[in-house]
């Protein structure tokens, strides 16, 4: 199994700033993803996070909005840049590929408002 | 990605089985279905997955239509804890693409 960890678990910023969210999975894994849920809505991925290279996004968006960076097998990082009300949301980490298992593990959530 | 198809909610009783439902029509062969929950405030967990044969674990049982074409998960003891939302995804084993398709999934609720 893998446990991982967000930092921050919330934050309130104000429109225009950026914030960077941590993840660190306790073991290395091989492919790790940043998925956003909207108030009330299910999961939706961003992006996968590549190790030693550009991360892959989904359509709708673009690295210039949501910059990740993957240095090692065990920690990424997701910015959300030029904030505005509408990236209020919880912002989960996700990592696959720990030994035999087909389990994705998923961290706690960072729950982000942006005033 | 083929789609899934699951009731928006249900109830059920504490101490009673759910069998919680899902559709998935245009399943491919090479297509694994997984269950995922989400208790509230917390990240998705994973429950169980299978391809063509029924599973079992220590969370919960996986019955899957002969054709495929539609599963259920089954909680063989319903208590307060498994109140969540439960997704039904399906992920193509082919190639790397390990990513999931989070549907609206089914909120289950468990009346004490």
């Known amino acids: 199994s893998a446990v991982i960890s967000q930092k921050p678990s919330r934050d309130i910023c104000q429109r225009g700033t950026s914030l960077t969210i941590q993840c660190q999975v306790d073991?290395?894994?091989?492919?790790m993803f940043w998925y956003r849920q909207q108030p009330g809505q299910s999961l939706t991925l961003i992006a996968t996070a590549n190790q030693g290279s550009e991360a892959t996004y989904e359509s709708g968006f673009v690295i210039d909005k949501f910059p990740i960076s993957r240095p090692n097998l065990t920690f990424s990082t997701l910015t959300v840049s030029n904030m505005s009300p509408e990236d209020s949301s919880i912002y989960l980490c996700?990592?696959?590929?720990?030994?035999?298992?087909?389990?994705?593990?998923f961290g706690p959530g960072t729950r982000l408002t942006v005033t | 990605d083929a789609k899934t198809t699951q009731p928006n909610s249900m109830e059920s009783n504490e101490e009673e089985p759910v069998h919680l439902p899902c559709n998935h029509s245009t399943i491919s062969g090479t297509d694994y279905i997984h269950w995922y929950r989400q208790l509230p405030s917390q990240g998705p967990e994973y429950v169980i997955h299978g391809l063509t044969s029924n599973v079992n674990n220590r969370m919960a049982s996986l019955a899957i239509a002969e054709d495929r074409k539609s599963s259920t998960l089954i909680l063989h003891r319903a208590t307060l804890r498994d109140a969540a939302v439960y997704y039904c995804i399906l992920q193509n084993s082919g190639g790397s693409n390990y990513k999931l398709t989070f549907g609206k999934g089914t909120l289950l609720t468990v009346n004490p």
């Open positions: 996700s990592a696959y590929g720990t030994g035999l298992t087909y389990e994705q593990y």
């Open positions: 073991s290395q894994v091989t492919m």
